[in-house]
């Protein structure tokens, strides 16, 4: 059956603050955030409509806004029906031919009628039959640098046209250059993130249970994908030479994201505090605010901001987003090994990035590169200034044009300099 969208319904929910009594609030915190789920964006929030496309769409106002705040949450920005509905359709097809493959691996009774189950079903029966390794493709960049990511070349990977089309949208590219600038690069790190309910979690581990596969025991990675995402800032993520360039993420739901299934939650004013990982103090956390969207509407913040998901409190809903990165061209991504690229450029328009299939090819290479040499993919955590801007100036010297991202299996070109990889691996146990 092919997935449809549930009918959106018009932003009526009440905008107001709740106030969070006592004991609610010692429930919620054990069980979510810190806030109160019910809280959505009040009157005031950076809201904007995209009646009126660029330069009024993020014009001076807003930008200042997005400085003060660290996030804009524009509506109608992308065409639900074209640009959206083109992306989810393939990558439909991709994560059914993928569920597949892993099911077939697995031997999973959930292959019996499998192309029968809604969509949301077939997600949740393929991520536990694979024990989460179908998110590994799905969704790379986060864990292309843990010592136990596997790419596998034999599989169909996320880098599908219709992917880099929307990456490189124009009313996207729009509304980031007034933040950004004319010469705009798309991160190497992209992100999926499916928010399962209730029963669709239950069918997960129950197809996890019977390929014998444990599913959310890694702290984080698959959770953080499926369940509620806890707050956080993306910025300590980087390699640290990355970690001043100014990030914006775009954040583009493909469905409905609402208070009771996941919608994207931001403590506005966050990013002024600087560079920071969890713990947060609980009175900033109930500054909280939930954002809710539609399909077509694109939330830009701050890669400092802290953000988090709301509760999914519907069991049978499917909340799914993709998120994509941009920064200045030319700064530190904090990804070198990952790939790349210009997107919109007024001083170099020849050098504009537009092959889909290159790029494809370029993430191959690099994905096949990073499972082969993964213990040499230095750690954000551990890697100081001066190896993350020596590894990157190493990566644009072999990655500058496409023909270095296919060289990349070549084993010389992991041997760092010796004079600085000896320091990192002496942090991170590897000498
Ligand atoms: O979609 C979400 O709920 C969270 C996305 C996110 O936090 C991220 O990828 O940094």
């Not at 031997?107 to 039959?129: H, K, Q, T």
């Not at 010297?397 to 296919?406: H, I, K, R, S, Y």
Request: proline share 8%; with cysteine; hydrophobic share 45%.
């Amino acid at each position: 059956m092919p997935f449809t969208f549930r009918q959106t319904v018009p932003l009526v929910a009440s905008r107001s603050f709740y106030q969070i009594g006592r004991v609610r609030y010692r429930l919620v915190r054990t069980i979510t955030h810190a806030v109160d789920p019910t809280r959505v964006a009040p009157q005031n929030a950076t809201v904007i409509s995209a009646a009126l496309r660029y330069p009024d769409l993020v014009g001076p106002a807003e930008v200042r806004r997005y400085h003060e705040e660290g996030y804009l949450l524009l509506r109608g920005v992308l065409d639900p029906d074209a640009e959206l509905a083109r992306l989810r359709d393939a990558y439909v097809v991709l994560m059914d031919h993928l569920g597949e493959c892993f099911l077939r691996a697995a031997n999973s009774p959930y292959l019996e009628g499998f192309a029968d189950r809604p969509m949301p079903e077939r997600f949740g029966v393929a991520l536990g039959a694979s024990g989460g390794e179908f998110l590994d493709h799905l969704d790379p960049a986060l864990r292309a640098g843990s010592s136990d990511y596997r790419f596998r070349a034999d599989l169909p990977t996320a880098q599908i046209p219709e992917l880099f089309a929307l990456m490189r949208a124009p009313a996207l590219l729009d509304a980031l250059e007034p933040l950004l600038g004319a010469e705009i690069e798309v991160a190497p790190g992209y992100h999926v993130n499916h928010k399962l309910g209730s029963s669709q979690l239950e069918l997960t581990r129950a197809a996890a249970a019977a390929a014998g596969r444990e599913i959310f025991h890694e702290a984080g990675y698959h959770s953080w994908h499926v369940l509620q995402t806890p707050w956080h800032a993306d910025v300590p993520w980087l390699l640290a030479d990355g970690r001043r360039t100014p990030v914006v993420t775009a954040w583009i739901p493909t469905t409905e994201a609402t208070v009771s299934n996941g919608a994207l939650m931001v403590v506005p004013g966050s990013h002024r505090q600087g560079i920071r990982m969890a713990p947060f103090p609980e009175e900033e956390l109930q500054r909280g605010i939930a954002l809710e969207t539609e399909p077509g509407d694109v939330i830009l913040f701050d890669n400092k901001l802290l953000h988090a998901s709301a509760p999914i409190r519907d069991a049978n809903s499917f909340r799914w987003a993709f998120n994509f990165r941009y920064l200045p061209a030319g700064q530190a991504n904090g990804r070198p090994y990952l790939p790349g690229f210009l997107a919109r450029s007024t001083a170099n328009p020849e050098r504009v990035f537009s092959d889909p299939r290159l790029w494809a090819a370029m993430w191959r290479a690099a994905l096949l590169a990073a499972t082969q040499y993964a213990q040499r993919v230095p750690s954000a955590a551990t890697t100081g200034l001066h190896e993350a801007r020596a590894f990157s100036k190493r990566w644009r010297e072999l990655t500058a044009d496409p023909e270095g991202w296919q060289e990349l299996d070549d084993k010389r070109v992991w041997d760092f300099p010796a004079r600085w990889w000896g320091r990192v691996q002496d942090r991170l146990g590897l000498g």
